[in-house]
């Protein structure tokens, strides 16, 4: 797999202009980037609304100029992350003889189509893509026409020449609107980048669920190709994170689709059986320095990338290199798991979270006094969403210990003890590494 880490990038500096063209014609006088102080209110305004989900299923306008200033490059790498493992294995590539066909549902601006672009360009692909924007506010699809048309004129086409359409739908009729985009033909890539959280807000939690995985499902078989995926992305709070994790286990339960990521098993989400437990991306991808000014004006953040996603595809490819069941092929001793925390440090230890391959939950920790002995990548070295392999001994296979051979004996050592304990000689292998600075 080529490295994923190296597919998340923040805009560059170049993009400033960009969204300058697009916001100048706004206002009277012109308005930028750099007018923190007509700005800063409305990012304000616009992450008040999202964080105490006024946002959600709200017909008044939220400030346009805020949300292409500051939420379209704070977004743009969220839709990137979502789908870097795609990309990174393999599984999502530009065709050499057509274009990539993309659907993106309730796309506002366009982001997480741009981030999927750069995630491709920045694995070294070229070539075209077909983008569908679909969205029920016409003035939005309007400013994500025009950051396009700006982005063609002072950015080009190289790598990747992406050509972008739109379609008015209203939200309440998603799987309408998916259906007419269908007709056109099915889609190599169908996104739902922060939708769900607005879909049916004041339902109550199983109506909402089971509406929701209807969708998902009527989005799977109408509108992805057989070889495609459908790429979700959520908000990375705990209540909008955990509500994804049940439509997961919903929408694998009626076998519309399979997980590619970031599961690697297709067992039930063990998050899911501890109510304060969530599984969420924080990835050390900042904010471009332009917009920090911004973020300060408006007390939020500009460090650091947090969001939740959910890959499906109907060909039943996957990340993980689990059997449909959840267990590894052959009888292996090794355990490879997802790591679902940042390292915790305490004296004499150092403790981790994991999903592992076989659907467990589990918290790991390598004593201190075990480094020097362990092999591989140092344990130290581990983040939040770094795919690991953890085995003992050297490799040889279990059927080489015979009488009392130490080494032979060495490699039937669990990796993990049942007490969570990592043993001394325990070799680290990053499968998939997580971003990094």
């Known amino acids: 797999m080529d490295r994923p880490q190296a597919l998340v990038r923040p805009l560059e500096a170049r993009w400033q202009e960009v969204l300058d063209e697009v916001l100048r014609p706004m206002h009277r006088p012109p308005l930028t980037t750099k007018d923190v102080a007509r700005l800063g209110p409305k990012v304000e305004e616009l992450s008040r609304a999202y964080n105490r989900a006024e946002a959600e299923g709200r017909r008044t306008k939220l400030p346009l100029e805020a949300r292409i200033a500051f939420s379209f490059p704070r977004d743009v790498p969220k839709g990137a992350g979502a789908a870097r493992e795609l990309v990174a294995s393999g599984a999502l590539t530009l065709p050499a003889d057509r274009p990539l066909r993309v659907l993106d549902l309730g796309a506002g601006l366009g982001a997480m189509t741009w981030g999927l672009v750069r995630a491709l360009a920045a694995s070294g692909a070229s070539g075209r893509v077909d983008a569908v924007l679909v969205d029920e506010d016409t003035e939005v699809l309007e400013a994500a026409r025009a950051i396009g048309r700006a982005a063609r004129a002072l950015l080009g086409t190289e790598p990747i020449d992406l050509r972008l359409a739109t379609e008015v739908r209203s939200l309440d009729a998603l799987g309408a609107g998916a259906a007419a985009s269908a007709a056109r033909g099915p889609h190599d890539v169908v996104i739902l980048g922060q939708v769900l959280s607005e879909i049916d807000p004041r339902a109550d939690a199983a109506t909402r669920l089971a509406r929701q995985a209807a969708l998902v499902t009527h989005v799977l078989e109408t509108t992805v190709a057989p070889d495609g995926a459908l790429v979700i992305v959520e908000p990375a709070l705990r209540e909008r994170t955990r509500h994804l994790h049940a439509l997961r286990d919903r929408v694998i ?107 467990a939950r589990q918290r790991i920790r390598r004593l201190d006094r075990d480094a020097a002995a362990a092999r591989g990548v140092p344990f130290e070295d581990l983040r939040r969403g770094d795919v690991v392999t953890l085995c003992a001994g050297s490799g040889a296979p279990p059927s080489a210990s015979v009488g009392g051979d130490t080494a032979a004996a060495e490699e039937l050592t669990p990796p993990i003890d049942e007490r969570g304990r990592v043993s001394a000689k325990a070799n680290v292998a990053i499968d998939v590494a997580a971003t990094r600075k």
Not at 256 to 267: E, Y
Not at 302 to 311: D, P, R
């Open 253 to 359: 339960d009626g076998g519309a689709g399979t997980v590619f990521a970031p599961c690697l098993h297709a067992r039930p989400c063990p998050m899911l059986a501890v109510e304060t437990e969530w599984c969420h991306e924080d990835l050390p991808v900042d904010l471009p320095p332009w917009t920090a000014p911004l973020a300060r004006a408006a007390g939020l953040r500009w460090q650091g990338l947090t969001f939740s996603y959910l890959v499906l595809r109907r060909d039943g490819r996957a990340l993980g290199a689990a059997s449909p069941g959840g267990a590894p092929e052959g009888g292996s001793r090794d355990v490879r798991f997802r790591a679902v925390s940042d390292l915790l440090r305490s004296k004499g230890k150092l403790e981790l979270f994991i999903c592992r391959e076989d659907g």
